[in-house]
Every structure is written in structure tokens, then in C-alpha cells.
């Protein structure tokens, strides 16, 4: 595939995502697939689209300047620039007069030559006299919101929740690609069996620096690995797989994980449980109880049993306190996982944490009711906001005595994390660690 057409095909991804509002990570993927993108261009056509996607609000503001005269572009004229003002910025080993090459070709063939000389005319005035500085920004909030481009709204809101440097902080990193993890199935082998399973196969990874069941990629894909396919492993964030951990799965226990798409935290409870006990695994949709099926399958896992259900109405199927353990690992606005779904910051809207908050509280009420005297419940989310994590565990413990928070949460988590831990809560913030911002709350319910 020529360098054309890989950025035809960002092209494409880009003017999807906003048009229709595509998920960024599945549209890529189907594209990969489309277009037969492979080798070194697959890793440039994944770095041009997520960079995109996470820079979009700094690059139209150095964009501005030279689009004075052109306010009324068409969309994909106006992604044809962004996409290529970020490889000028932002990827060094990407030649300039090729930039401006392809950004050509591309406008000629999809608008005529009036496009074609209004890129090169755009893009050649910005080599020419340099980018605008942020620094005219005055208000420093709004300097930062554009900087690391994250909305106004958001910036503000995470200040009023941690602080300026740790919003600074957490909106820089956010603006970085993540590193591919994976949890290794101790059922079925060790991490350093794994490592050197995986080298045979020729890709190169190390232990996990948070979880003792993770694994990191430091050359090759993991997902494309022989180990993967033969349920060695599962990709999951090395946050993520503290959740199971936070459980205390025991040999025999019987454990309603009541959100369980797309399964990577179904399958470490399963796995946790050693051919024991079993995980009853709900979720809303059909079509995710099928990934679900999938991973259980491939994992050769015959512990788990799913079921398309509203967990909202999990009463209606289950008997009271009937289950050992209960994962409500909720719904979210998912402001955790922004460097893996650069989209979701400008998709969301204020309002939204509040819809959340309301949802996450009905399904801990529903589900609480199945739980065992004594027995444990863990409340987890993929977001950072104070509103869908502390607030709502705060409203549900406010509205049921029967319930504490448990501190013996350290117990169960590694070292690493524990000075994150207060009151039986842990929340990661992305730059801690390079994780996946994450929230997990442990609680009883009283005997």
C-alpha cells in the first residue's frame, strides 16, 4: 500500500468518526481489514488517526490563522489538514515535502485543483512562518484545555476535583499511546513460561509493572500471538485486572459479574476460581453476551454462564442472597480509557456524569439484594470522575446500613497501588502508572 493511500484511508476514519460519530477503535479496525493495510503501514495508519483524534483542538487552533479567508471548508478538507499538520508537528521522521505530496494527490482526487492549491497553500504558509504560540491564551485553563485538547468543561472539572498539576499531568499523558498489556492464565501457565513462549513466536514483552497477572508488549502484537489464540492470554489494561483481584475469589465461590461485556474481567474471576464454582455472566445486549461467549470459549473455560439481561433486573431471575461475590463493574463515562478512545472527550457532554451516576446507583440497588450476608460486592468504573465513583458508592451506602465499605482491599492488590488506596477505594489517574484510569470500591454486606 503506498503512503497515499494509508492516508486516504485516516482520511476516510477521520471524516467517519465525526460524521457519524463512529467508535475510533472498531471503524480502525474494520479499515485495517477493508483496505488489507499491513506490516509498517498498519502502525503508521493507527498513529495518524488516534494522533488526530488526540491532538484535534491543538491543531485546529495553529490551523486558524491560515484559514481566516476559508471558514467554510469542507469537512474532509478541513481533516486532510489536521491530519497532515500533525505529521509535520508531531511525527519528525516523516519527510515534509511528502507530507505536502500526499496531502495534494489526496485533495486533487477528491475535490479539483482549487482544493489542491488551498492545501498546499495552507500547509506551505505554516512551514513558512512557523505555528502560532499558545501562550497568547491568557486564561491558563483554557490554555490547557487547548494544549493537550481536552473541552473547556472537563478541564475545568477534573481542576475542581484534583488540582491544576494533577489535571496538567493527567491531560498530558492522555495525549500519548498506551502500551499493550496482557493478563496471563495462570491456570494454565506462568508469567515467565509465557514470556518465553512468546519470544519463540517472536514477540518480545516483559513482566507488568502494576499487576502480578500482566504481561507487557515491547516489540510485536500481542493479539496476533500463537499464545492468544490458544487461551495463554488475554489483552486486557493492567488496571483492569486488579478488579478481579479486589474480589477475593475462593475456591467453590458462586460470583454474578452483573456488566460483563466484553468478558476480560468474567474470565480472571474464572480463571481465579481454578475449575471451581461458577461466574453468571449478564449484559444488556445479545451481541456482547456473543464476545463474551467468544473469549470464554477461546480460554477453554467451562465455569461461566451468560445470560442477555438488564442487571436492573437481575432480581427477577435470581434468588436473594444467592451469590457469594457481585462485580458491578458499571457503565461509565469512560474518561479513563481516553488514550485508547481518544473520541470519547469530545463526545460527552456535563450532563452526562449525572445520567450515569443514576444508572450505576439503580444496578448496585438491584444487585445488592442477591448478595450474601457477609459477603463481599465490588463496585469498579474505567472513568476518574468523583461523581460516577465516590458519589455514587457515598448515595448507595447512604441508602443501605447492611452495607460497609471494606478496608481488607489491601489485602488483595499489589503493593504498588496501595498508597492510592483510602477507605476501602482505590482511584488510579492514568499517569500514575501508565494505566487506564480506574475505580474499584470493596464493600461487605453486614452479617
Known sequence: MTKTNVRNVALEILLQIEKNQAYSNILLNQMIKKHEVKGKDVGLLTEIVYGTIQRRDTLDFYLAPFLKKNKKLDQWVRILLRLSLYQMVFLDRVP??????????????????????????????????????????????????????????LV?????????????????????????????????????????MLKEDGIEAKEGSVSVDAIKAVRGNLAHAKAFKEGYITIQDESSMLVARALGVE??????????????????????????????????????????????????????????????????NFKAESFDKILVDAPCSGFGVIRRKPDIKYSKSESDNGNLARIQLAILNEVSTLLKKDGILVYSTCTIEYEENEGVIKAFLEQHED?????????YLPEIVKPYIKNGQLQLYPHYFGTDGFYIARLRKRV
Open 251 to 316: 475456591k467453590g465461590d458462586q460470583i454474578l459479574d452483573s456488566c460483563a461485556a466484553p468478558g476480560g474481567k468474567t474470565t480472571h474471576i474464572a480463571e481465579l476460581l481454578e475449575h471451581t464454582g461458577k461466574v453468571f455472566s449478564l449484559d444488556l445486549h445479545e451481541h456482547k453476551i456473543k464476545l463474551i461467549n467468544e473469549a470464554v470459549n477461546r480460554l477453554g473455560l467451562e465455569n461461566v454462564e451468560t445470560k442477555a439481561l438488564d442487571s436492573r433486573k437481575a432480581s427477577e
Open 156 to 196: 475545568r472539572r477534573w481542576i475542581k476535583q484534583m488540582g491544576m498539576e494533577e489535571t496538567r499531568k493527567m491531560c498530558e499523558v492522555n495525549c500519548t499511546p498506551p502500551e499493550q498489556t496482557a493478563r496471563v492464565n495462570q491456570a494454565l501457565t506462568t508469567r515467565d513460561e509465557l514470556i518465553q
Open 96 to 153: 515534509e515535502r511528502a507530507i505536502f505530496f500526499e496531502a495534494v494527490e489526496i485533495a486533487k482526487k477528491r475535490g479539483h485543483k482549487g482544493t489542491a492549491s488551498l492545501v498546499n497553500g495552507v500547509l506551505r504558509s505554516i512551514q513558512r512562518e512557523g505555528l502560532p504560540s499558545l501562550e497568547q491564551i491568557k486564561d491558563e485553563v483554557e490554555r490547557l484545555a487547548i494544549e493537550t485538547s481536552h473541552p473547556v468543561w
Open 403 to 411: 452495607f460497609m465499605l471494606d478496608d481488607s482491599i489491601e489485602n
